[in-house]
T-cell receptor, first 115, second 116 residues
Framework: NAGVMQNPRHLVRRRGQEARLRCSPMKGHSHVYWYRQLPEEGLKFMVYLQKENIIDESGMPKERFSAEFPKEGPSILRIQQVVRGDSAAYFC?????????????FGQGTRLTVV | GENVEQHPSTLSVQEGDSAVIKCTYSDSASNYFPWYKQELGKGPQLIIDIRSNVGEKKDQRIAVTLNKTAKHFSLHITETQPEDSAVYFCAASNWASGGATNKLIFGTGTLLAVQP
């Protein structure tokens, strides 16, 4: 049973380009969360999605950032017109829709570097 | 808003000693409290969790305690080993099936160094 899969592991983009980060949740998990971690800092919540629905995007920057979790395929975090301040590690986590099984498991992250 | 405070930010112990990390949460509706271990260059790994209907939980050398009245929870690691060295994060959430508040709010992390 594979864990949460994120790709790519490392991504380099020039300022102004677009970054697409992918996350495949664990089998049986229908909840996906995205977090951002700046160097030597904690994990900051960005967005919480269920299949085809954004449940909570209170941590997403108002501009340039978007996320989706389609019926088929991975969840995508999209950053348009990247700036140097977007450089960070982006982690995806997934969990079940079961109040008795609330554990969230994280992927290995995508490390975005904007040059 | 929701907030989780974590102390200490760094902790150095001798191999074999115990380590304790403490967290305080602000949202009284929080009902789920996991702890994660993060090694350099890797994603956070769930090591133990506790729900609000339980005061203490233990798994081998790791234990977590919860004081709902004081809104405190703590991680205890006994007989520490060098491989326990990592950054540890506490988190809190108000988890509900289908609810809109299942996000985890993380503490700022504790860098644990176990000296051989």
């Amino acid at each position: 049973n594979a864990g949460v899969m994120q790709n790519p592991r490392h991504l380099v983009r020039r300022r102004g380009q677009e970054a697409r980060l992918r996350c495949s949740p664990m089998k049986g998990h229908s909840h996906v969360y995205w977090y951002r971690q700046l160097p030597e800092e904690g994990l900051k919540f960005m967005v919480y999605l269920q299949k085809e629905n954004i449940i909570d995007e209170s941590g997403m920057p108002k501009e340039r950032f978007s996320a989706e979790f389609p019926k088929e395929g991975p969840s995508i975090l999209r950053i348009q017109q990247v700036v140097r301040g977007d450089s960070a590690a982006y982690f995806c986590a997934s969990s079940r829709a079961d109040r008795r099984r609330t554990e969230a498991f994280f992927g290995q992250g995508t490390r975005l570097t904007v040059v | 808003g929701e907030n989780v405070e974590q102390h200490p930010s760094t902790l150095s112990v001798q191999e074999g000693d115990s380590a304790v990390i403490k967290c305080t949460y602000s949202d009284s509706a929080s009902n789920y409290f996991p702890w994660y271990k993060q090694e350099l260059g890797k994603g956070p790994q769930l090591i133990i969790d506790i729900r609000s209907n339980v005061g203490e939980k233990k798994d081998q050398r790791i234990a977590v305690t919860l004081n709902k009245t004081a809104k405190h929870f703590s991680l205890h690691i006994t007989e520490t080993q060098p491989e326990d060295s990592a950054v540890y994060f506490c988190a809190a959430s108000n988890w509900a099936s289908g609810g809109a508040t299942n996000k985890l709010i993380f503490g700022t992390g504790t860098l644990l160094a176990v000296q051989p």
